[in-house]
């Protein structure tokens, strides 16, 4: 051992860059157990509904189907408090152009943290409960581990509650253990079913084929008739970005007699803390699925891909999920790095200004939004942060003020009479002009260059 060990941190981070730490986040999010101190009042909503069974479960099936985007926040380990807040403002605002739905990290929450999640936002139809079962150790969990310098992607504090990630199971699983799944999902009060959705391996095409449609079959026979289910995917990129196994998934897709698909990917390493993919193999990717779905009336839910997926509506796309989180925002490739542990840097503060679809570090949106050509946010996270003490932010604030202008974006996309590529595009537009016109004044360079919109761009033709 060195004797300086104990100066040295490990963290793990989800983007390339080394020099301008963000990695707190990370680690902060994905960390076991929930905080109950964190469940206090103040996210919570004044009001509740008396829930009509039929009448929830025509909404369900109404945000499900094509037409109205549907955007997923999910909830992250820390800095949610504003979560609930934003779903029914949301609702308030948006009702009819957006649906809203929550998920649930199900194997990294406590039975009790999701049903106490759940009732907080108990009007909101959809509600998820991902088993994410690719976390199995027979499945993704050993990857995801190494990738996290060998801390568990489901903790133990959490995992001893969720047997089916946990038990033994014969290669392919069992339809006794999909029953299980499904159980689980509705024994913490998910309002729709998803299939297991473990790793889809593109090594193995034909059997990660094969067991995507065993499980959405023995998923159904678990099910009622009257209970949504939900094809769940979870794969590698290479899946969009290589064009014969893209072929191969999307006949598999469009074959299927399931409508509603929850595909995520696992996008490499980000360039940039809080970034969008700008491989373009596998925009061009996203771009086909999502279309060839759409003209197939299947709709298709992007988890985790926060505003990569809302670009993707203007492709196709039904809905994606988002969160405070960097881990809700993207599920992305994670490595481990090593700093010294004193002085310890205070991480960089970052928040997403809205006018170039981006996070940029705090003093460079700051600068942005005071240009005369751009208006400041005036949603009460951004009130609320603005009357801080100078030097002071909040995170909660800002996760607040991301939520509500996704969900905003949302909104906008659906109000052109031309459709929403229309839409997307003049919203990329505009903030590509934005960018141009302030280049000189406040220079959005490395990990505040938001180097996406040029891609997005190039697909929006
Ligand atoms: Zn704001």
């Known amino acids: 051992m060195h004797r300086d060990d104990e100066d040295i941190v490990e963290l793990f981070v989800d983007s390339e860059d080394i020099d301008d730490l963000d990695a707190s986040d990370l680690d902060e999010d994905l960390d076991e157990g929930f905080d109950p101190a964190e469940d206090d009042e103040q996210g919570q909503l004044t009001f509740s509904l008396d829930d009509d069974a039929d009448e929830e479960e025509d909404t369900i099936s109404a945000a499900l189907a094509p037409g109205t985007p549907l955007v997923l926040f999910q909830r992250s380990h820390q800095h949610s408090t504003y979560l609930p807040t934003v779903i029914s403002d949301g609702i308030h605002k948006h009702s009819g152009r957006v649906s809203i739905g929550v998920v649930a990290p199900l194997p990294r929450m406590t039975p009790e943290g999701i049903r106490r999640f759940f009732s907080k936002v108990e009007h909101v139809p959809v509600r998820i409960a991902d088993p994410e079962a690719f976390a199995r150790l027979d499945s993704f969990g050993d990857t995801l581990s190494v990738q996290r310098g060998g801390k568990p992607y489901i903790g133990p504090s959490t995992s001893k509650h969720w047997s089916y990630i946990t038990d033994e199971l014969p290669l392919g699983g069992t339809s006794a253990w999909v029953e299980q799944v499904v159980e689980t999902q509705r024994s913490v009060g998910a309002s729709v079913i998803l299939t297991p959705g473990v790793w889809a391996d ?4 034909i059997r990660s084929l094969n067991t995507i449609r065993q499980h959405a079959r023995w998923t159904h026979e678990a099910c009622d008739e009257d209970e949504k289910v939900i094809v769940n995917i979870t794969a590698p990129s290479s899946w969009l970005s290589t064009p014969s196994l893209r072929d191969r998934l ?17 996008w490499p390493l980000l360039a940039q803390p809080y970034g969008q993919p700008l491989d373009a193999k596998i925009l061009d990717g996203y771009a086909e699925i999502c279309n060839v779905l759409d003209e197939n009336d299947k709709a298709l839910i992007l988890p985790n891909t926060g505003i990569t997926g809302w670009v993707a509506l203007a492709w196709g796309a039904h809905g994606f999920s988002t969160g405070v989180g960097t881990g809700e925002r993207a599920f992305a490739d994670t490595r481990v790095i090593r700093i010294k542990n004193r002085p310890r840097r205070e991480p960089t503060r970052r928040t997403f200004v809205t006018p170039i679809l981006h996070v940029t570090d705090v003093p460079t949106a700051d600068r942005f939004n005071a240009l005369p050509e751009v208006e400041e946010c005036h949603c009460k996270f951004c009130r609320a942060l603005r009357e801080l003490p100078r030097g002071q932010f909040n995170k909660d604030l800002a996760g607040g003020h991301y939520l509500k202008n996704a969900l905003d974006l949302t909104a906008e996309v659906t109000r052109h009479a031309r459709g929403r590529r229309v839409a997307a595009r003049q919203i990329v537009r505009d903030a590509r002009g934005l960018v141009e016109a302030a280049k000189d004044r406040v220079p959005l ?6 180097r996406h919109l040029q891609l997005w761009s190039d697909r929006l033709r």
């Open 445 to 450: 360079v490395d990990n505040n260059n938001p």
């Open 202 to 205: 593109s090594a193995d095409s």
């Open 250 to 266: 999307l006949d598999e897709l469009v074959d299927m007699d399931d409508n509603t698909f929850y595909l995520r990917l696992r």
